[in-house]
């Protein structure tokens, strides 16, 4: 039944508006009414003459102009630089020159351990750089020459104006309670380390053998149990040879005997 009102209405209108008419299965009143308008000129013009003017102007002037401009210029720049010059973090550490290390703390006599796991020895990086003490060697001046060493593997690495505690030995039970860096090893004939409670003396050499600080003290300096430490006044590689600068460390330790290993010391009086 469709079909001939098609060819009806191919007669009597244009077949546009009888394809329109099969499609939506309008009736015979909108086809009229369809056929009544013009050629469709007015529905098309509001369309294209004043919405399509704007929207395409300003849409890609702005977009493309800054954004490429500064994005690149910083980011490649600091990262192939070096990481900056020795001693200047701990990855990178300087060695040790004279007067940059300074002995500062002595337990001699240790009373609630015995010498050979409770001596241990204290000393004072006052530069600013991080110092490398891998190959730094404790002596006196007859046989005792001994390399510190490691504790399982930790770099031998001292901060800028930081402490570095050496112990005969790295066991907290054994050596008094104290918490170590490095150890030597305790030895008093040779190829090893020791501190007389009579009269010796503490070298620190550097790895190429430079002499970087020295204590000497005599019979009576020595505190059965206490450690001594220079006065912070005193602490220099200079001030330090005079035992007079030196004094008792009060700092409680944890098996009985007084010391301030890894601390700052007390002014003596």
Do not use: H
């Amino acid at each position: 039944m469709r079909f001939y009102f098609i060819l009806m209405m191919g007669i009597t209108g244009c077949s546009e508006n009888s394809f329109f008419k099969l499609g939506y299965g309008d009736d015979d009143n909108d086809a009229a009414s369809n056929n009544s308008n013009s050629t469709g000129e007015p529905s098309r013009e509001p369309s294209t003459e004043p919405g399509s003017e704007p929207s395409n102007e300003p849409s890609t002037e702005p977009s493309n102009e800054p954004s490429g401009e500064p994005s690149a210029e910083p980011s490649t720049e600091p990262s192939n630089e070096p990481s900056g010059e020795p001693g200047s973090d701990s990855s990178n550490p300087d060695q040790p020159e004279l007067g940059d290390l300074v002995i500062n703390e002595l337990m001699i006599d240790p009373e609630n351990t015995e010498d050979s796991f409770g001596e241990w020895i204290e000393i004072w990086n006052q530069s600013a750089l991080w110092l490398n003490l891998d190959g730094v060697r404790l002596a006196d001046e007859g046989i005792d020459n001994y390399t510190i060493e490691s504790i399982d593997g930790q770099p031998l690495v001292v901060g800028p104006d930081s402490l570095f505690v050496i112990c005969a030995s790295d066991s907290y039970w054994d050596n008094g309670g104290v918490d170590c860096d490095a150890t030597f090893y305790y030895w008093t004939l040779g190829g090893g380390f020791g501190m007389s409670n009579g009269s010796d003396e503490v070298l620190l050499r550097s790895a190429e053998g430079i002499m970087l600080d020295r204590v000497r003290y005599q019979n009576g300096f020595s505190e059965l149990g206490e450690s001594l430490g220079v006065d912070p006044d005193d602490a220099s590689i200079s001030g330090n040879d005079d035992t007079s600068n030196w004094c008792t460390q009060f700092g409680y330790l944890p098996q009985g005997d007084s010391g301030s290993p890894g601390q700052f010391n007390d002014q003596c009086f």
